[in-house]
DNA sequence: TCAGTGATTAGG
DNA sequence: CTAATCACTGAG
């Protein structure tokens, strides 16, 4: 099987618009209690984008939370929704431009919450690089499948405009 | 359609 | 300190 190689920081730092549909057919990978790693293709993202886009968590500002938006591509912006769920979100854009993908599913497995409970992502994974991480990263699959786009969900508080752009990338 | 569940955030 | 909100899921 074809294994791929660890990505480098420039695909993270490029527009978060350029990494999302990229991201599609790449492996997240992440090794298990057993120490090997297991591979997930990425089937279906969305961008959030900014200081602009309302739907973005960092259009209301530097926090706590999302801190970690603000600063380089590549690292995993983490967090908890409704008191259950782990959202996973891989950080992109350069430094000071506050953007990030939520992954929304991988081959098998769709639905944010249910992708974080199946590799076991949690609060620790908060701010961990994919560029040089031992135990996450991201893999180059060598394909680039055909994928769709579509408005984001979840986010009907974030007004009409925003609610709409096609910013979901999925096959 | 709707409850579960608790961190995060703004505001007093 | 209080209270509202929430990039979801599964049951009915």
Known sequence: MYQGKRIARDFFTRDVLDV????????L???????????????????YRGHED????????KTARTSVMFGEGGHLYVYLIYGMYWMLNIVTGPEGNPQA?????????????KVTKRLSIDRSYYGEDLVISSRIWLEDAGINPVYKTGPRIGIDYAGEYWKSVPWRFYI
Do not use: Q
Not at 20 to 27: F, H, Q
Not at 104 to 109: A, E, F, N
């Open 20 to 27: 999302a549909p990229d991201l599609i057919g790449k492996n």
């Open 29 to 47: 990978t992440i090794t298990g209690n057993d120490g090997f790693p297991v591979r997930f293709p990425l089937t279906e993202v969305e961008a």
């Open 54 to 61: 309302k739907a973005c968590h960092a259009s209301k500002g």
């Open 101 to 113: 993908v939520l992954i929304r599913g991988v081959t098998g497995i769709s639905g944010p919450g």
